[in-house]
Every structure is written in C-alpha cells, then in structure tokens.
C-alpha cells in the first residue's frame, strides 16, 4: 500500500465519487493487489486534505511536528477499516472522521510513551522529591504534580518505572533473556552465566536501553514478578499496541546483545558443559584476559546503579 504525500487538484473528487470507489475498492479481488494498491492511492489522495483538516484541528502541536508519521498512521486504520463502509449510512468522509480521529490519539498516546519523554519526566520529578524531602515536605501524585507541572497520568507511570529502577535486583537472571542476547540455550550453562554475569546483564540493561524498551524487557522476562509477562498486558500497561511492544522487544534485545559483545563481555569467560558429570568448568585465562577483566571490573564499578 503505497502513499503519496501530494494532493493536486486533479486529484480531489465529489462526495459521491468517494463514496463509489470506497465501495468499488470493497469489490475488488483481495489477490488482485494491484489494482488495490491503485484505487487506494486514487482515494487517499481524495480525502488527504480531509484527514488533514481532522489531525490538524485536534491535534495542533504533534500534527506541526509529526505530521507524516500521523499522516501515515491514518493512512494505515483507513485501510483496515475500510471492509467495514456501508455507502447506505452515509458519505465516506463521515465514516472515517471516527477513524481519523481515533488514530490521531493513538499516535499521541504511543509518542507520549517514548524513552525521551519519559526520561524527561523522570529526571523532572526525581529532582523534585529530593527538593521535597529536603524542605521536609511530605509529597504524592498530586503534590509532584504541582511542582513539576506534569499530568496525574505520567507521574503515576514515572513512579512506576523509578519503583523498577529501585527494587528490579537481577541477581538470577532469567535463562529465556540471556538465550536471546547471547545465544545460549536454556540450559545448567545458562543459568551459571546468567548468575555469573548478572552485574554485567544489570549494568547493559540500565545504561543501554530507554526508558520504555527497559520496562518492556523487565516485565516481558519477568524480571520483577518472576513470571514472564505476556505482550498483550504489558501493552494494556504501557497503553500502546502489541505490535509496538513486539518491536520494541526485539530492538531491544538486539541492542543488549551489541552493547555486550561491543563490551566484550562474556568473551574471556568460556563455559562448557561436562560429558560425564554435566558440571560446569572454566576454561582458564591467559594472562592477556586476566588484563581486560580487570579493565572491564574497573569500568563496571564506576558505573553500575
């Protein structure tokens, strides 16, 4: 489904010829994508300066910002919603105002769950509790909300993610999440490595992931509750689509196990598993490892949380 981003006049058409190629679109053969593709463009392009018109009014400020993006993400629920058009109950435009609407809020609300807002946020009501205790001044949602300016909703989510900061201790790191960084199977050499590197695990988690792809990964592997948290609820938690949270997951793994190869981490400590005794040996350093241990020990004491 391509999208163009230009109306022209030629483009535009009357309210009844919408609403026909909405139903002729309807019509086609799904297999013919072709022909699909071509009718969707002819229609989008019908009713762009529309949407535009909805996101614009409703959403001044992101639309300014991120208009494409939200251009798009209407573009995208039009599309899905369009089997559901009865020509019987009225004009196309009206039909997908809904649509448009709705999309438009969903970007918000995933956009207002990004790392960069959140970290914002975060750093805003930590520095305000510390002002708070130091003036001994008792505070909760609604006093941090007042001193800090932000919404009731995102100091509640904030406290949340600092309780996680605060109370996650990845002394046993669950095998599933060290299977996917690494490449190593669930398995009695897993869970070693997971309980030997475990600072290592902690300090990657916290200094290379945002905000919001660090919660996903502690409630996806169960970090704090010890149970695997399914996608669909942490999406109900982050108040985003599980396709979102998905990608997210997916990044973000990728980007610790980056991160703990760039570091060099897990390289000079080579585990393998006994024959016979299924116990778990070392292979011994060299002296050229024992000098980068050292570095890496360095490092992570400087910046371990």
Not at 44 to 50: D, E, I, P, Q, T
Not at 183 to 202: F, T, V, Y
Not at 204 to 225: C, Q, W
């Amino acid at each position: 489904m391509g999208i163009n981003s230009n109306v022209k006049k030629s483009d535009e058409l009357k309210t009844q010829e919408i609403n026909e190629l909405a139903v002729y679109l309807n019509s086609l053969d799904p297999a013919d994508k072709e022909e699909r593709d071509f009718a969707f463009e002819k229609l989008w392009l019908a009713v762009k300066r529309f949407v535009i018109s909805i996101l614009k009014s409703r959403y001044p400020t992101y639309y300014t910002k991120h208009f494409e993006e939200m251009l798009d993400c209407a573009a995208l629920d039009i599309f899905l919603e369009l089997p559901k058009y009865d020509i019987n109950k009225g004009a196309f435009t009206t039909y997908i105002s809904r649509i448009v609407a709705h999309a438009g809020q969903k970007f918000v609300n995933e956009y207002s769950n990004t790392s960069a807002y959140y970290g914002a946020a975060i750093a805003k009501i930590k520095k305000a509790m510390n002002a708070m205790e130091k003036e001994s001044v008792k505070f909760d949602v609604h006093t941090l909300s007042e001193r800090t300016g932000l919404p009731i909703t995102t100091i509640n989510t904030c406290l949340e993610q600092i309780h996680f900061s605060e109370t996650v201790h990845l002394d046993t790191i669950p095998a599933d999440f060290l299977s996917d960084i690494n490449g190593i199977d669930n398995s009695p050499e897993a869970k070693a490595l997971a309980k030997e590197e475990a600072i290592s695990i902690r300090k990657a988690i916290e200094n290379a992931l945002p905000e919001d792809a660090k919660r996903i990964v502690l409630l996806s592997y169960g970090f704090e509750t010890g149970e695997p948290v399914p996608d669909a609820r942490i999406a109900e938690i982050l108040n985003i689509n599980k396709a979102t949270v998905r990608r997210k997951l997916n990044t973000a793994i990728r980007t610790l196990g980056a991160s703990l190869k760039r570091e060099q981490l897990f390289q000079n400590r080579i585990i393998r598993q006994e024959i016979d005794s299924q116990e778990i040996n070392f292979i011994p350093k060299t002296a050229p490892d024992e000098i980068e241990d050292a570095k890496l020990f360095m490092q992570i004491n400087t910046s371990i949380f």
